[in-house]
């Protein structure tokens, strides 16, 4: 699966931003963790936000599902997150393979 990053610019950070994706890359080893770039199509974004402000330009990256995180307490919002979509592609892959046979 992969997931895009979108940070903000960091002008008012409250929370150790690098830490939660840190943590979140350690729980999920076998995702693809990338900074979003406007080209590629994401399963999941991860939109950091620094404080409860969130001004970060998210409109231009494209993804399927986009998580806001504006401080520690959103940590368990993307990891549900994350399992929920896993899910949701092994019932994709189930359902195309039963298709085909």
Same mark, same amino acid.
């Given at each position: 699966?992969?997931?895009? /990053?979108?940070?903000?610019? =960091? +002008?008012?950070?409250?929370?150790d931003?690098?830490?939660?994706?840190?943590?979140?890359? #350690?729980? !999920?080893?076998?995702?693809?963790?990338?900074i979003?770039?406007?080209?590629?199509?994401?399963?999941? /974004?991860?939109?950091?936000? =620094? +404080?409860k402000?969130?001004?970060?330009?998210?409109?231009?990256v494209?993804?399927?599902? #986009?998580? !806001?995180?504006?401080?520690?307490?959103?940590?368990?919002?993307?990891v549900?997150?994350?399992?929920?979509?896993?899910?949701?592609?092994?019932?994709?892959?189930?359902?195309?393979?039963?298709?085909?046979?």
């Amino acid at each position: 699966m992969k997931i895009g /990053i979108k940070y903000c610019d =960091g +002008c008012n950070t409250f929370y150790d931003r690098k830490k939660v994706l840190d943590s979140l890359r #350690k729980l !999920f080893k076998e995702e693809i963790f990338e900074i979003a770039n406007e080209i590629e199509f994401y399963n999941i /974004i991860l939109v950091f936000n =620094g +404080c409860k402000r969130s001004c970060t330009n998210y409109t231009s990256v494209k993804g399927d599902v #986009k998580v !806001f995180i504006n401080s520690y307490a959103d940590y368990s919002k993307a990891v549900d997150t994350i399992h929920i979509e896993k899910v949701n592609q092994l019932m994709k892959l189930n359902s195309m393979i039963l298709f085909w046979y």
